[in-house]
């Protein structure tokens, strides 16, 4: 059932996880009663700025096209609707072996890996040195502070532990 605070309309849902405290976990999300388009901002423009038809749009056409050029050249756009960066250009799985840390909503740990294994994978992949392995997944463990988990598997830790591992495994390739 929708429910109104400060003139926004939002419905409460309950989300498959729980919180600490073992209760379920909501998740508010605003009820959308109407999507506006260009057409819409054009005839308000039009109505109440006192702007021609069809200006906001071409207006719009135009900023679309300045910030495709410049987002080409790989500048970062800031604009009143967001700040846009250009895309990495990367050749194969580059950008997902090293370059982005990816931590998963329900953190996609590896069952039959300990904490130590699950953190050094994205390394295994990138082909590091044992050596430099070694030393990167330490020192994720020490900044995550779950170096005393470092032999435990993903089933013995607490939810907040398994977290720590995922952004541990996130950051260990120094993204």
């Not at 996880?17 to 039009?46: N, S």
Request: proline residues 6%.
């Amino acid at each position: 059932m929708p429910r109104k605070t400060d003139g926004i309309l939002f419905e409460l849902q309950p989300r498959p996880t729980k919180g600490d405290d073992g209760k379920p976990l909501l998740y508010a999300q605003p009820v959308i009663k109407h999507k506006y388009d260009l057409d819409d901002i054009d005839d308000f423009c039009a109505r109440y700025r006192h702007t021609s038809r069809g200006e906001m749009k071409r207006l719009f056409d135009l900023l679309g096209e300045v910030t495709t050029m410049w987002l080409s050249e790989g500048c970062r756009v800031e604009t009143p609707f967001g700040s846009f960066a250009p895309k990495l250009k990367l050749l194969g799985d580059q950008l997902r072996k090293g370059l982005i840390g990816f931590v998963f909503q329900s953190f996609n740990l590896i069952d039959d890996l300990n904490v130590e294994e699950n953190i050094e994978l994205p390394l295994l992949y990138m082909r590091l040195p044992k050596a430099e392995r070694r030393k990167r997944v330490e020192e994720a463990m020490r900044r995550m502070d779950i170096s005393h988990r470092a032999k435990h598997f993903p089933r013995q830790l607490s939810g907040g532990q398994q977290q720590r591992v995922a952004i541990a495994r996130a950051v260990v390739s120094r993204p």
